[in-house]
């Protein structure tokens, strides 16, 4: 069974950096997808940015792409998202979540239906 734990949220001014990790445990294949989405109060879950756990290939928003970069972290089997140029909008509790069936060996899913396992969630908050 796939385990997700985030950390790294909280308050930080608009213009300001960020980074969230998620530390992952359980059976996870280099064809597996490791994503983060985001979810503000009232509004649906957005996909943010997604990497394959190999980390050969990624996806991003578009509404984060230049600004985040997420990454994998082998030695500590993490996934970490870096975030820069944060704005009030980026406001939202961040989730890892895991694409731990087969569908492909390049497989990179945006919607949240394709991922089965999630994490917790953990709050960032952008102040103007």
């Known amino acids: 069974q796939v385990q997700l734990v985030e950390s790294g949220g909280g308050l930080v001014q608009a213009g300001g950096s960020l980074r969230l990790s998620c530390a992952a445990s359980?059976?996870?294949?280099?064809?597996?997808?490791v994503g983060w989405f985001r979810q503000a109060p009232g509004k649906e879950r957005v996909f943010v940015a997604a990497?394959?756990?190999?980390?050969?290939?990624?996806n991003y928003g578009d509404s984060v792409k230049g600004r985040f970069t997420i990454s994998r972290d082998k030695a500590k089997n993490t996934v970490d998202l870096q975030m820069n140029s944060l704005k009030p909008e980026d406001t939202a509790v961040y989730y890892c979540?895991?694409?731990?069936?087969?569908?492909?060996?390049?497989?990179?899913?945006?919607?949240?239906?394709?991922?089965?396992?999630w994490g917790q969630g953990t709050q960032v908050t952008v102040s103007s």
């Open positions: 979540a895991c694409n731990n069936g087969f569908n492909g060996f390049n497989y990179l899913p945006s919607t949240p239906a394709a991922f089965r396992s």
């Open positions: 990497i394959l756990w190999s980390g050969s290939n990624t």
């Open positions: 359980g059976p996870i294949f280099s064809y597996n997808s």
